[in-house]
């Protein structure tokens, strides 16, 4: 019989194709429709955090430093009210090999294909991780592919992603470029059924325990230095991971009190399928495109349950504009002579703003730096911007609109991280859990599972099932 | 035209679906345009540019596609000049010297 390659055909075996490219029965940790046991998937799946820091160790993997941010800080503490403007630290993840903290991500993966027989591993990605993946593989003697949305229907692609796909090459892997559009899911799907290889997903028990020795190694590194955890991590949010596996780390140290900030690249009013829009944006990840509907529905992903699941652990979320983090990704070169992201420092531009609403003996640690390069790094980025009829100029940051304009804040004092509504985004977490699993009726053990995923208290769930009109209560 | 020789390093291209297989959920202007691929391997057979050749690629798998260059080239680079970036350092420095507010 033929093998049916038509869009439909393939997505319709998508969950027998996936099964055996992660070796995960999902289904195990099921409980219902609406739950699922989140923690015990974790446990079974994925690695202690011991033995990730010794997979990790024997790859050159994590143990980054930690840099103290001196001159943003002392900039910041120009702008804030009297004893104000708490102490920046960034986590120069750049220093892992394949330049980013998804090295890490992609180190538990890798080993696990490896230990399983995999000949090779697949990674669907635009960004660092498909060069975190193929450095991985190359050390442990793996094949690579990397499939990536990269350009327009005008064959115009995006200087960041290109650069990505040159640094996945010089790994070794064979790098697959797309234009834009969801149905990279399709070629992913039929790329693993006819090699066989490992789906060294983001979103795995692997990945996410991958990041937890970051949220460890913050705690530990702090507490060797100042003998007390640090009072905040902001960590760049998108599909969710980084925040994740970070918070889950801090609190495997037992740092409980340390508050967990999420900051993405507001993005609003561009939509992620549009070829037009494609490269209208310039940040390609870290963005609200990702960080909003990750957030509020997990599970969208090329797994059947995310291990990432950001409202668990968020405590805050802010937003920050494009030009703002290419100012302060110039910030960090010019005074702190690092030079480094654009995309990492999105967190960094949201730091620079938060601190100057903590205390002066206040710390708040920025959990991520990555490399930076040709085509990957402001320069390029806005010189793209002007290309594709974006205006680049000096004025009031809060006014930028994506898509249209890239507004550089005239003066440091103008960078304003936005907070989000988190009570809002619990709540289209909830309706979209109880809507796309179609259900009218919550068990307790479903009442449990909710609260835990969005952290929410038990009157504020039942108020928002009152709302959506979904019956609660009993077995 | 030039032959291109079996065994050379080239890009080629292909298109995985037209317009009318594409995902039902989409934009308007997505769904107007093909989902389009490009990847590189080595040549399997003498070509010329613009056949559909096959390629063996990095990780050894074969891959069909129309031939459209010969040792594909990065050409991503750090783009036109951007002045407006320069005015950043000398900004920052200048209120760190004391120019700006009175703290300490």
Known sequence: ?475 | MSLVEKGSWVRIYDVVLEKKDRSPNLPEDTKNVPLEMWNKGFLLEDANIGDYVKVKTLTDRVVAGKLIEINPTYSHSFGKFVPEILTIGKQLKEILRGGESSEE
């Not at chain 1, 140290?253 to 399928?273: K, N, P, W």
């Not at chain 1, 349950?305 to 070169?333: C, I």
Request: net charge negative; aromatic share 8%; with cysteine.
């Open chain 1, 1 to 475: 019989m033929k093998n049916d390659r038509s869009y439909e055909a393939v997505m319709a075996k998508r969950g027998e194709i996936m099964k055996k490219a992660v070796g995960i029965d999902y289904e195990e940790f099921s409980q219902g429709k609406v739950a699922f046991d989140y923690e015990g998937m974790m446990r079974k799946t994925g690695y202690s955090l011991e033995e990730v820091q010794n997979i990790q160790h024997s790859v050159g993997v994590g143990n980054t430093p930690l840099l103290e941010l001196k001159n943003l800080t002392a900039l910041a503490r120009k702008f804030a009210p009297e004893g104000k403007g708490a102490r920046i630290f960034i986590k120069d993840e750049a220093s892992n090999p394949s330049g980013s903290y998804k090295a890490r991500r992609a180190s538990t993966s890798v080993y696990h294909a490896k230990k399983n027989g995999f000949k090779g591993v697949i990674a669907a990605t635009s960004g660092n991780y498909g060069a975190a993946v193929a450095s991985q593989a190359a050390i442990h003697g793996l094949d690579t592919i990397v499939i990536q949305e990269c350009y327009d229907s005008r064959g115009v692609g995006q200087p960041e992603i290109i650069e990505k796909a040159r640094k996945c090459e010089a790994y070794g892997a064979e790098v697959v470029q797309l234009t834009v559009g969801p149905e990279l899911f399709y070629t992913f799907l039929t790329t693993l059924e006819d090699t066989g290889y490992f789906n060294a997903s983001l979103y795995t028990p692997f990945g996410i325990a991958g990041v937890e020795t970051l949220g460890y190694e913050i705690s530990m590194n702090f507490r060797e230095r100042f003998g007390k955890d640090p009072d905040a991590v902001i960590c760049t949010n998108a599909g969710g991971g980084n925040l994740t596996g970070t918070a889950r780390g801090l609190i495997k140290a037992g740092a409980e009190h340390t508050r967990i900030i999420g900051a993405s690249v507001d993005l609003s009013g561009l939509h992620m399928a549009s070829d037009n829009d494609f490269n209208r944006k310039s940040f390609t990840t870290g963005h609200t495109g990702f960080g909003m509907p990750y957030a509020t529905w997990p599970d969208r992903t090329d797994v059947p349950r995310s291990a990432a699941r950001p409202l668990r652990y968020m405590d805050e979320y802010v937003l920050v504009s494009q030009g703002e983090v290419f100012y302060m990704t110039e910030a960090l070169a010019q005074i702190e002579g690092l030079e480094r992201g654009p995309a990492g420092n999105t967190s960094l531009a949201a730091a620079f703003s938060l601190a100057q609403e903590m205390g002066k003996d206040e710390t708040i640690v920025v959990q991520e730096s990555e490399y930076t390069g040709a085509g990957k790094h402001l320069q390029p980025q806005l010189s793209f911007a002007k290309d594709n009829g974006i205006h680049v100029f000096f004025g009031d940051p809060s006014k930028e609109i994506p898509g249209q304009n890239i507004i550089l804040p005239e003066n440091p004092s103008m960078i304003k991280a936005r907070k989000v509504d988190l009570m809002k985004m619990k709540k289209s977490y909830i309706k979209n859990a109880v809507q796309k699993n179609e259900v009218q009726r919550l068990n307790e053990q479903e009442m449990n599972f909710l609260q835990d995923d969005a952290k929410l208290t038990r009157e504020a769930l039942t108020e928002f099932l009152d709302e959506l009109k979904v019956e609660y209560g009993g077995a």
